[in-house]
């Protein structure tokens, strides 16, 4: 994949870098040549996203983006943006054009732009690169190399009691109607997800567990698009889901097309909420949206932009949450259950205390067991699935742990960044995962 790079793009990089902001940090723990801290007005940054401010999940990267840049005095004219790349070999073009402007530190938001990301490090060693969501810099062997993510499967289970605490409150008022329950009288919840990815099954599962925890009996379908931003796609699969009977609407995907939809079906006399991603629902579903999980980005980049410009180490696996106000959930809505703001101060505590553990174990079975060790292994490769081979090889591990309680749990984004919980639990149903 490695390109070679034309005599005169080279000379016109070498006048660059001189130029403009040549002070990163080449490699983990490496400062200056000079060994000097950098400048905020000399450090220069590229951003390629997969989207633009129209999407959601971008938006949250833009904003995270400029409040650390502000926060660390780094002039906004400092940061070039390359906006709705496509997870192709464009991503390799953006790159290559931005440090030809005099980028040395490169990031990109989406997990398709990996490949390309880790391919420009290769070539362009003294620039780092963090690809977001990605899964494999740390067995890389470039040192220039870097994966971040969030633990928003924390904000996903706060989001998830949110919606626990409203079907709580319906079915003892008896307001659900007989389609919202199964033939087992458990209330039925829906979920819009992109695709059937780690990241995704992840944070479902996150979701449901964290109705569970104030309403056992519920059950709960996914509806993919297999796409991360499709109004129409994620207005249709929200669409299918209320037909269904779904009282509550959680979601995965990056536009406001299911809660645009559960807000219209809500003013129709249809007993259904939303909770959304990314930030908050309410401009679109004023009285349906209960609430939406997010990531709090300026605490990754603010970190980041830091350590770059004071020389320090760059985790080659970042990944926060509570305990960093790395992830939140948005305001509340104005239908959210009576009591709902202290039960979420109550288990975003014991989040951040560690007391409460998202994966509890004991909560969830797979297939009719308890999980165990090996059901709980965890191939830390990368592979290349078109011929089964690893691209990059990494342990195979247990991501089970014991506190000092006894309680056994998943211990997610851990291991790496990037998730990766894919057990299909006890009473989730994905309806079309092919």
């Keep these: 994949m490695k390109k070679i790079v034309s005599a005169f793009f080279a000379a016109m990089l070498a006048v660059s870098m001189l130029v403009g902001c040549g002070s990163g940090n080449a490699g983990a723990g490496a400062g200056t040549e000079s060994g000097n801290t950098a400048e905020a007005t000399d450090l220069k940054i590229g951003v390629i996203l997969v989207g633009d401010e129209t999407e959601t ?13 502000d926060s660390l005095g780094i002039p906004r004219d400092n940061i070039q943006w390359k906006e709705r790349v496509e997870e192709s070999e464009d991503c390799y073009d953006a790159a290559k054009a931005l440090i030809a402007d ?21 070539e362009f060693s003294d620039v780092n690169f963090v ?18 993510f969030t ?50 099954v992840s944070g479902y599962t996150a979701f449901y567990l964290g109705i569970q925890s104030v309403f056992p009996n519920v059950v709960m379908d996914v509806q993919y698009t297999n796409s991360w931003f499709d109004i129409e796609g994620e207005a249709a699969a929200a669409d299918v889901l209320i037909k269904r009977g779904c009282v509550v609407i959680g979601q995965h995907a990056d536009s406001t097309g299911a809660p645009d939809t559960v ?14 991603y990314n930030m908050s ?56 259950a009576e009591g709902t703001a202290e039960k979420v101060a109550e288990v975003e505590s014991a989040i ?23 059901t709980a292994m ?55 995962a092919n």
């Design 131 to 148: 690809a977001m969501t990605g899964d494999y810099a740390a067995i890389s062997g470039l040192d220039n190399f870097y994966n971040a």
């Design 57 to 69: 999940y971008t938006k949250a990267h833009i904003d995270g983006i400029n409040e650390a840049a």
């Design 263 to 276: 807000e219209k079906a809500w003013q129709n006399g249809q007993v259904v909420y939303s909770v959304g």
């Design 378 to 432: 965890v191939d830390l490769s990368y592979m290349d699935y078109s011929t089964m081979t690893a691209v990059y090889e990494g342990d195979t591990v247990s991501a089970l742990k014991t506190d000092e309680n006894g309680v056994t749990y998943f211990d997610e984004s851990v291991l790496r960044a990037a998730p990766y919980f894919q057990l299909r639990i006890d009473g989730i149903t994905e309806l079309n």
């Design 102 to 122: 005099g980028c040395t530190l490169v990031i990109s938001n989406s997990y398709g732009h990996q490949d390309f990301m880790a391919e420009a490090a290769e």
């Design 151 to 200: 633990n928003v499967y924390e904000s996903r289970y706060v989001s998830g009691v949110v919606a626990g605490m409203k079907v709580a409150e319906l079915d003892a008022a008896g307001e659900i109607p007989a389609e919202g329950y199964d033939e087992n009288g458990n209330v039925k919840i829906g979920y819009v997800g992109a695709y059937p990815y780690a990241e995704v």
């Design 352 to 374: 951040k205390d560690g007391s409460l553990h998202v994966f509890d174990t004991s909560k969830f079975t797979v297939g009719g067991a308890a999980v165990t060790d090996e």
């Design 281 to 336: 629902m309410l401009d679109v579903a004023p009285d349906a949206a209960l609430t939406s999980a997010t990531n709090n980005w300026v605490a990754y980049y603010k970190e980041l932009f830091a350590a770059v410009l004071n020389g320090t180490e760059i985790p080659q696996d970042w990944a926060r949450g509570y305990a960093d106000d790395a992830v939140s959930i948005t305001e509340l809505g104005p239908n959210v």
